[in-house]
């Protein structure tokens, strides 16, 4: 069993920060791409930024220069620090995790958390 929690979520002012976090606990063996996942009310989810062992993160376009995505792989924990916040950053953020169970899993199998709430006041 694998769980993927975030934390860090909150109310905010335009212009402020915060840090997200989500850890991965459980039965796991590897964790290949790490990502960070957005849905606004009303909007499709969209991936806000993405961590893979070995390459450069990417990110979208909305949130260059403000966001950077980092992880802690002895934790197995990705973060989010999100920097000049605006209204529109306002939704439910989760990670996703690339994950193999076992040494003799074939492949890497997604998976999610529940989300965080992040709320940015004009």
């Known amino acids: 069993q694998v769980q993927l929690v975030e934390s860090g979520g909150g109310l905010v002012q335009a212009g402020g920060s915060l840090r997200l976090s989500c850890a991965a606990s459980g039965s796991i063996f590897s964790i290949s791409g790490m990502s960070w996942y957005r849905q606004a009310p009303g909007k499709q989810r969209e991936v806000v930024a993405t961590?893979?062992?070995?390459?450069?993160?990417t990110y979208a376009d909305s949130v260059k220069g403000r966001f950077t995505i980092s992880r802690d792989n002895a934790k197995n924990t990705v973060y989010l620090q999100m920097n000049s916040l605006k209204p529109e950053d306002t939704a439910v953020y989760s990670c996703n995790a690339q994950i193999k169970q076992y040494y003799s899993s074939k492949y890497y199998v997604d998976y999610w958390g529940r989300g965080t709430q992040v709320t940015v006041s004009s």
């Open positions: 961590g893979t062992s070995g390459r450069n993160p």
